[in-house]
């Protein structure tokens, strides 16, 4: 199916940054994200046209599958996916091979060199590899130890490696996990991933504010009152509980990808647009930022759990009651926190985070309150008129809303908020890709922008570094409150606004 020609930024992109030559190596291909995530974004980029007839996708785990049974295995998982494009699936299979790989075992790592050279060869992919570390956080050093000693990462001009998220625990560990990492390969080699920042309505803020005269000049603390990121799920733990509680919505989601989306939201014009103008400037808003009251930290940030919910007829178990969480766990499921950013643009602008899990709806948006009108001239039915917002939705229906107000029908001059919106799908005709479809070609590409630099990990660290200390030596300080399953979380969360006369928005 050609691209919509309502769309010719699509159309310009997928014919200019098609993917050169290359050998994609996914670590941990037999764990849940290569088959939910990886493939299907590989897939996407087959259909779009954007993969070279030149490339493979090598994937390594632990256990001794052969290439057949990697193929059979991905394809099951894939079914529905699949479906509707059997011929194209079957060529694009062509590209799949496997090799077990335990990372910690350098002999077999120095085996996989011996394949990828010989898949080099048959593929033609000109010695260019990518190595996507799908694995578990404690195999990130030694992995990347293991591809140095093995020859794999030698030249920088052809070998990249992709780490997930978490990249350290603390702001201690990732700066001992930089240095591992950067010992193996050079800063332009790495690149730390955020699903987060692949999505086109988190680039999309730079757009908005840097191609439209209209927003800039107001995006400051003259005319902003507040800003609010959340990030909600409507799902438990799922089958994550091993990962989770050692992480917690802390380390899972508000050092990384909502504290992202703040220094994207927040970043000063970067001088020209490229990769590390863009970085340099998240950087500085990650090293400015600070909790809102970092001598009694336990003031400026909320925890809690879910507990049970739902009906009789669907009921909802609570965090506790979830397989494999201990049954007195403190782990927080939820996790509100209040930010300034110390700069002359945001001082004094509260900046209010919050994600959690079990919520009662799936949603990620930035929401940008301005400055009431100094003088209410006109009647209104309500008491205080509604503050201008302007409302990004990261997802699900990705775009943007205005929020205003309008004179209501009528002989009286009274006011009403009205809504001006922008949808990414009926607007371009077709929806936005995912996350990972954009970041893997990115990553391929050689493109950094949207990977996370060394100095911007450990600042998002630092920042939270009183929260974390708390947590692990005076939690009582900062206890973990509970919620019902569906609702916007625990109360605790809405006093932290309150103190400021501010609330949630409510979807």
Request: glycine residues 6%.
């Given at each position: 199916m050609q691209p919509s020609l309502s769309n010719p930024l699509r159309i310009g992109l997928r014919q200019e940054r098609v993917i050169p030559p290359q050998c994609l190596i996914i670590f941990g291909a037999s764990g849940d994200l290569t088959h939910r995530k990886l493939i299907p974004a590989l897939f996407d980029l087959y259909l779009q046209r954007r993969l070279p007839s030149e490339f493979a996708i090598v994937g390594c785990a632990r256990r001794p599958w052969s290439d057949n049974e990697f193929k059979e295995k991905i394809s099951s998982k894939l079914f529905e996916k699949i479906s509707d494009n059997k011929d194209e699936w079957r060529i694009f299979s062509n590209y799949l091979f496997y090799q077990p790989v335990d990372l910690q075992n350098l002999e077999q790592v120095k085996d996989l060199a011996s394949r990828l050279s010989q898949i080099d060869k048959k593929q033609a992919t000109h010695g260019n590899k990518t190595f996507y570390l799908s694995v578990s956080p404690n195999f990130y050093a030694g992995g990347c130890k293991a591809l140095k000693e093995s020859g794999l990462i030698e030249d920088p001009k052809k070998s990249r490696i992709v780490i997930e998220k978490p990249f350290g625990r603390d702001y201690s560990s990732a700066r001992r996990l930089n240095k591992i990492v950067q010992s193996c390969a050079d800063e332009s080699q790495i690149f730390r991933i955020d699903h987060y920042l692949g999505k086109e309505t988190v680039q999309n803020i730079l757009v908005l504010r840097f191609a439209n005269t209209i927003f800039e000049p107001i995006w400051n603390r003259n005319y902003i009152s507040n800003i609010q990121i959340t990030s909600s799920e409507t799902v438990g733990v799922e089958d994550r509980a091993g990962y989770y509680e050692s992480s917690g919505a802390l380390r899972d989601m508000l050092q990384n990808h909502l504290t992202q989306m703040l220094a994207v939201t927040a970043m000063e014009p970067p001088g020209k647009f490229d990769p590390e103008a863009i970085r340099n400037e998240k950087a500085k808003v990650l090293q400015a930022s600070k909790l809102a009251n970092e001598i009694k930290p336990w003031e400026c940030c909320v925890r809690g759990q879910y507990g049970k919910g739902g009906n009789i007829s669907s009921p909802l178990n609570g965090y506790r009651e979830e397989k494999g969480v201990n049954p007195n766990s403190t782990t927080e499921t939820y996790i509100a926190a209040k930010v300034f950013i110390d700069n002359w643009r945001w001082q004094g602008v509260p900046f209010y985070l919050r994600t959690g899990k079990r919520l009662p709806k799936r949603l990620g948006e930035i929401v940008l309150t301005f400055k009431d009108v100094p003088v209410h001239l006109f009647e209104s039915t309500i008491i205080d008129p509604s503050p201008n917002q302007l409302i990004l939705r990261i997802q699900p229906n990705e775009g943007a809303t205005?929020?205003?107000?309008?004179?209501?029908?009528?002989?009286?001059?009274?006011?009403?908020?009205?809504?001006?919106?922008?949808?990414?799908?009926?607007?371009?005709?077709?929806?936005?890709?995912?996350?990972y479809v954009?970041?893997?070609?990115?990553?391929?590409?050689?493109?950094?922008?949207?990977?996370?630099?060394?100095?911007?990990?450990?600042?998002?660290?630092?920042?939270?570094?009183?929260?974390?200390?708390?947590?692990?030596?005076?939690?009582?300080?900062?206890?973990?409150?509970?919620?019902?399953?569906?609702?916007?979380?625990?109360?605790?969360?809405?006093?932290l606004l309150a103190k400021d006369n501010i609330f949630w928005r409510r979807p």
């Amino acid at each position: 199916m050609q691209p919509s020609l309502s769309n010719p930024l699509r159309i310009g992109l997928r014919q200019e940054r098609v993917i050169p030559p290359q050998c994609l190596i996914i670590f941990g291909a037999s764990g849940d994200l290569t088959h939910r995530k990886l493939i299907p974004a590989l897939f996407d980029l087959y259909l779009q046209r954007r993969l070279p007839s030149e490339f493979a996708i090598v994937g390594c785990a632990r256990r001794p599958w052969s290439d057949n049974e990697f193929k059979e295995k991905i394809s099951s998982k894939l079914f529905e996916k699949i479906s509707d494009n059997k011929d194209e699936w079957r060529i694009f299979s062509n590209y799949l091979f496997y090799q077990p790989v335990d990372l910690q075992n350098l002999e077999q790592v120095k085996d996989l060199a011996s394949r990828l050279s010989q898949i080099d060869k048959k593929q033609a992919t000109h010695g260019n590899k990518t190595f996507y570390l799908s694995v578990s956080p404690n195999f990130y050093a030694g992995g990347c130890k293991a591809l140095k000693e093995s020859g794999l990462i030698e030249d920088p001009k052809k070998s990249r490696i992709v780490i997930e998220k978490p990249f350290g625990r603390d702001y201690s560990s990732a700066r001992r996990l930089n240095k591992i990492v950067q010992s193996c390969a050079d800063e332009s080699q790495i690149f730390r991933i955020d699903h987060y920042l692949g999505k086109e309505t988190v680039q999309n803020i730079l757009v908005l504010r840097f191609a439209n005269t209209i927003f800039e000049p107001i995006w400051n603390r003259n005319y902003i009152s507040n800003i609010q990121i959340t990030s909600s799920e409507t799902v438990g733990v799922e089958d994550r509980a091993g990962y989770y509680e050692s992480s917690g919505a802390l380390r899972d989601m508000l050092q990384n990808h909502l504290t992202q989306m703040l220094a994207v939201t927040a970043m000063e014009p970067p001088g020209k647009f490229d990769p590390e103008a863009i970085r340099n400037e998240k950087a500085k808003v990650l090293q400015a930022s600070k909790l809102a009251n970092e001598i009694k930290p336990w003031e400026c940030c909320v925890r809690g759990q879910y507990g049970k919910g739902g009906n009789i007829s669907s009921p909802l178990n609570g965090y506790r009651e979830e397989k494999g969480v201990n049954p007195n766990s403190t782990t927080e499921t939820y996790i509100a926190a209040k930010v300034f950013i110390d700069n002359w643009r945001w001082q004094g602008v509260p900046f209010y985070l919050r994600t959690g899990k079990r919520l009662p709806k799936r949603l990620g948006e930035i929401v940008l309150t301005f400055k009431d009108v100094p003088v209410h001239l006109f009647e209104s039915t309500i008491i205080d008129p509604s503050p201008n917002q302007l409302i990004l939705r990261i997802q699900p229906n990705e775009g943007a809303t205005f929020k205003f107000e309008v004179k209501s029908p009528g002989s009286g001059m009274r006011s009403r908020p009205v809504q001006m919106d922008f949808s990414y799908d009926e607007s371009f005709g077709e929806p936005s890709d995912e996350g990972y479809v954009r970041l893997l070609a990115d990553s391929m590409l050689g493109d950094p922008t949207l990977f996370t630099r060394s100095d911007e990990v450990e600042a998002a660290w630092k920042l939270y570094t009183p929260l974390i200390e708390l947590m692990e030596n005076s939690p009582w300080k900062l206890p973990t409150h509970k919620y019902e399953s569906k609702t916007w979380g625990p109360p605790e969360a809405d006093q932290l606004l309150a103190k400021d006369n501010i609330f949630w928005r409510r979807p």
